[in-house]
């Protein structure tokens, strides 16, 4: 479950000071709330109905995000982290490939780049495209 405004979030758990931005996995939590909502938003921009769904994938792994245009699956991680693991390349990787995906995107705290395909692009230039 997101709670689509991260001010209201943070009110009610008391995060309103710079402990916030300190805490790494409430910082994580945050950045995937915003990110779910500006995924909601693009989805009816892009395919606009009634209700614009985006999907949640868990099998041996998981997927953050699951957004649909023209019946085309892109899977997106959320990883705002400086450095990003191997690990959730490797499962959008298997992801992209068993589901033929057009590609993959992880949403990172700094880091921009194509590997295979799969795009690393940062949290606010991925914004910014939205």
């Known amino acids: 479950m997101y709670v689509l405004d991260p001010g209201i979030r943070n009110a009610t758990i008391d995060y309103l000071d710079e402990s916030l931005i300190k805490d790494p ?48 699956a892109i899977p997106i991680e959320s990883k705002y982290r400086t450095r990003i693991r191997d690990d959730p390349k490797n499962s959008l990787m ?9 590609f993959g995107i992880i949403i990172t705290k700094d880091e921009f780049g194509l590997e295979r395909n799969i795009i690393k692009a940062p949290l606010w230039i991925f914004l910014l495209m939205i």
Do not use: N
């Open 94 to 102: 298997e992801f992209v490939e068993d589901k033929k995906c057009p």
């Open 25 to 72: 996995a409430e910082l994580g939590i945050v950045v995937e709330s915003v990110l779910f909502d500006h995924l909601i938003r693009l989805k009816y921009d892009l395919e606009p109905g009634p209700t614009s769904e985006i999907f949640y994938w868990k099998e041996q792994k998981e997927i953050d995000f699951i957004l649909t245009i023209k019946r085309k």
